[in-house]
């Protein structure tokens, strides 16, 4: 029998989670898009339940530009009121709001650092708790539990699988060497 991770094993029936979790959950993402997704994911995530996110990941790509950096910066206040009328997605003011602006943001350290995902390797390694300090004065709505599984759930931290778990060796063998030496 394949161990999986104790949450895989806690939600047998899941398809959502179990796909996500085999094949996106921990693995390194070059995509500035993708990455900037994945943080509104669990910007969006926070105070409800990640099976809800997971079940309307094809409504939020949908409604931002398929996280298209650019476009959602570029979003006005009637982007802004489509978001929070869209029952495909959280229609949360602050989250809606956090999107917008941290995509202005990315676009800054695009500018400065070259991508948001150059700014990310620039300052790995950090303890969860340096990395939280310096989402929450880069980002909004960036508390610890956002940053810390934005950064598992990119191979910035360490912990998204067991060691057990078929998963771990997949992740293992997608991280660049600079990232494992760290």
Known sequence: MT???????????????REYHDTQYGFPID???ELFERL????N?????????????QNFRKAFHKFNIKKVASYTEADRE????????????????????NARKILELQKEHGSFKSWLDNNHPLTKDEWTKLFKK???FTG???????????????????????????????????????
């Open 3 to 17: 161990t999986y991770c104790d949450y895989c094993n806690s939600h047998p029936e899941d398809i959502f989670n």
């Open 31 to 33: 995509s500035d898009n």
């Open 40 to 43: 509104v994911l669990e910007i």
């Open 45 to 57: 995530q926070a105070g409800l339940s990640w099976i809800l996110i997971l079940k309307r990941a």
């Open 82 to 101: 489509r978001l929070l009328s869209d029952e495909g997605i959280i229609r949360n003011k602050l989250k809606v709001n956090a999107t917008i602006v």
């Open 138 to 140: 880069t980002f909004v």
């Open 144 to 182: 610890g539990e956002i940053v810390n599984e934005f950064l598992m759930s990119t191979g910035y931290l360490p912990g998204a699988h067991s060691k057990d778990c078929p998963t771990f060796k997949k992740v293992a063998a997608r991280k660049p060497a600079w990232m494992k030496a760290r």
